[in-house]
């Protein structure tokens, strides 16, 4: 399909694990961006990039957050350490510039467990 | 300053009725207001959206009130249907990137036949 694509769809690891999710956003969409939406919540900024460098990373909850996207297109969310109150549905969206007129795309999100 | 609030928190309406939202916000920067609906286990899919140099915006059976002096703006359902059974969200962001944007918490909006 056209839209974007995230993977796992689910991801269940142990609190202390490192996890890596993976978000394939439209061809040619220049924006990327990561939200994370905890149950019965509105999604809530992580990070954003413009084609390969992170524009603004000032909704990270704290270091053992970090996301890349080296090539301009595939982004990953790495998590280290991850602890119980990661657990979360961590939503990619992409656009396909920043302007107001240029809509997010969001995928379906990996509902990531800690447990 | 960066919240947007959201009421009701769920709503339950017939078939053929109106369905109606509100939002209110802090952040006198944010100048772009969409609103997004969610389907279980999908993400949110942008539904309508509205500046502030405008009072209303009309898409079909969705339409936007926006009051840039009392700082609120609300969704209208009209003709409810329960294929929109589902939650909706406001949001809300400005300046030089519009897709960082402050959500609020959702309604979770139910139609019944």
């Not at chain 2, 359902?77 to 519009?98: E, H, L, R």
């Not at chain 2, 897709?99 to 959702?106: H, S, Y």
Request: proline share 6%.
């Amino acid at each position: 399909g056209a839209g974007v694509s995230q993977t796992p769809s689910n991801k269940v690891t142990e609190k202390g694990k490192y996890v890596e999710l993976r978000c394939d956003p439209i061809s040619g969409h220049t924006a990327l961006y990561w939200y994370r939406q905890s149950l019965g919540q509105g999604p809530e900024f992580l990070i954003y990039f413009q084609g390969t460098g992170a524009a603004d990373d000032s909704g990270l909850p704290n270091d053992r957050f970090f996301a890349v996207r080296p090539e301009g297109s595939v982004s990953t969310l790495k998590i280290q350490r991850t602890e119980r109150g990661d657990s979360a549905v961590y939503l990619c969206a992409s656009s396909a510039r920043t302007g107001q007129h240029s809509p997010l795309h969001f995928g379906n999100g990996t509902r990531l467990t800690v447990t | 300053q960066q919240q947007v609030k959201q009421s009701p928190q769920s709503l339950i309406v017939q078939k053929g009725g109106i369905s109606i939202i509100n939002c209110a916000y802090e952040n006198t920067a944010f100048d772009y207001f969409p609103w997004y609906q969610q389907f279980p286990g999908k993400g949110p899919a942008l539904l309508i959206a509205i500046r502030p140099d405008v009072s209303e915006k009309k898409e079909g059976r969705f339409t936007i009130s926006f009051n840039k002096s009392a700082k609120q703006f609300s969704l209208h359902i009209m003709d409810s249907q329960p294929g929109d059974s589902a939650t909706y969200f406001c949001a809300a962001t400005g300046g030089t990137s519009y897709g960082k944007l402050t959500f609020g918490q959702g309604t979770i909006l139910t139609v019944h036949p």
